[in-house]
Every structure is written in structure tokens, then in C-alpha cells.
């Protein structure tokens, strides 16, 4: 679904644009600048992927930093080139949920109930325990 949101992107020639970044694009255009710590909260992310995000937006020009408070912490605003798309983002993530209706109206299962059971499958035991597990019984890992 994201490759095709991105090919969505480069049709309307918005560049350095990926759809991981829209969220929090979206986030700061309604509640203004944010510390990361805030924008992590905002979005339920941890701090560390915020921050990493943060710095890949900032490479494609679609957000600044400034010093925050305190010397550690950073307020994040968006750059002019990101508020002359911010309603072309909006629009798109109103057409992506629209979307994602018309699919869950053609299958038996919503994708939001499979996202659940993902999550409530990961808590019994993790992607990564199961990884490690199918690892131990091929002899080319060992």
C-alpha cells in the first residue's frame, strides 16, 4: 500500500515525500511546533523512531529544528515547502481511509481486526522469538 501511496506522490510531483512522513507532517500542521518528545506522544511513537524520522524530514526539506527550552530537547515546525502541501497531504490521507473502507467492505475480515490479532499474536510471543526459533533448526544459520 505505501509503494503505492508514494507512486501517488510521484504522480503529483511532490518530491522527498514518503508516506511514513504524513502523520506527523499532518500532526504539526494542526498543533503547531512540537518538541519531539511531543510529537512522539502525538503520534504514539517512541522517541527514538521520532527522532530518526525527524532527521530524514529534515533532509528532504519538509521540517526544521530549533533549540527547544532546555539545550536538549528540539522544536520541530515545518518548512515552507512542507505547508504548501500540507492540504494536498491532508487530502490524500482522507482518500487513503477511504480506501481502506471500500477494501474492508469487499473482504469478510477488516484490516483493522487483523492489525489487532497481528499485535495480540506479537504479545504472546515476538517477531523476533519466532524468527530465532525457525533459525535454530536450519543448519545454514548455525
Known sequence: MDVDIARIYDEAHIE?????????LIRLDAL????ITELAESVQRTHSAISQKVAAMRGAGLVRTTSGTDARSKKVTLTAKARRIVDRLKAEWRATEAAIADIEAEIPYPLSRIVGDIEAALRRKSFHDRIAEKLAGDAAWE
Open 32 to 35: 503547531g511546533p512540537m518538541t
Open 16 to 24: 522527498g515525500l514518503k508516506p511514513s512522513f504524513v502523520m506527523e
